[in-house]
């Protein structure tokens, strides 16, 4: 043993600080877990829709997720999106459109501007963590769209797929829009994760059906709900 390894044995590595105030953080946390569920148990059954900030409303992904969040409403649910720009806004604009419940779960951002003008008034979120408004996406979402994104999207997306996988949500019909843009990474995972290193089951492939067409976006949800009862869905128990 080296002289260094001693003195790191002897002389362990230590915080070099903790504020008094981390403390409170979890009432902090526990704060926006009390509106959250509040305020969207009140709201009822709703599809969220995930996609880019940065999509523009000339792209065709942007008229997309603007007829799929129409024909939702029609449907009789309400639309969760991030409440920020691109397909989040897109995905309001259809459901305000449509008459249906609109609803932002925004998240504070340094370079991102505040919330849509599409969402409901009254249902405005502003969340200070990540993890709080990924709870509410996923626990109040009887199903989740996702259209071409970018990090924030795939960790949106993953997110799902695994508690899903593990059972720690209820099975949710999780469809992926855009098949030029997302059948190379499906590719990817049954060749690579799956065929080449086994890190998969081949029924994980079934999560993420992929689709370029808003009327089957309907169809695998009401096929999915003629058997299941609409409820929240993840497990925290």
């Not at 523009?56 to 939702?72: C, F, G, R, S, V």
């Not at 897109?90 to 609109?102: E, V």
């Not at 593990?166 to 843009?181: D, M, R, Y």
Request: overall charge negative; some cysteine.
């Amino acid at each position: 043993m080296t002289e260094k390894e001693k003195h790191s044995k002897n002389n362990p590595r230590q915080w070099s600080k903790i504020k008094a105030e981390n403390s409170w953080t979890m009432f902090k946390v526990i704060a926006e877990f009390v509106d959250g569920y509040e305020r969207l148990n009140d709201i009822g059954p709703c599809v969220s829709i995930f996609g880019s900030a940065r999509t523009k409303p000339d792209n065709p992904y942007y008229k997309l997720a603007t007829e799929i969040a129409k024909l939702m409403v029609d449907e009789g649910y309400g639309i969760i999106t991030g409440g920020g720009p691109g397909i989040m806004e897109a995905a309001n604009l259809g459901a305000k459109q449509a008459g249906g419940p609109s609803v932002g779960l925004n998240i504070d951002l340094p370079f991102e501007q505040g919330h849509n003008d599409y969402i409901d008034n009254d249902k405005i979120f502003n969340f200070k963590y990540f993890f709080i408004r990924k709870v509410m996406f996923v626990k109040y979402a009887q199903a989740l769209v996702v259209l071409p994104g970018g990090f924030g999207t795939m960790d949106e997306l993953f997110e799902v797929l695994t508690l899903v996988q593990t059972q720690k949500s209820s099975p949710v019909p999780i469809i992926l829009v855009g098949s030029e843009f997302w059948t190379g990474l499906k590719d990817w995972i049954k060749n690579v994760m799956l065929e080449q290193e086994h890190n998969v089951s081949p029924k994980d492939l079934d999560l993420m059906p992929i689709t370029d067409d808003p009327q089957e976006v309907v169809r695998i949800i009401n096929e999915f709900y003629a058997h299941e009862d609409l409820k929240p869905k993840l497990n925290l128990h």
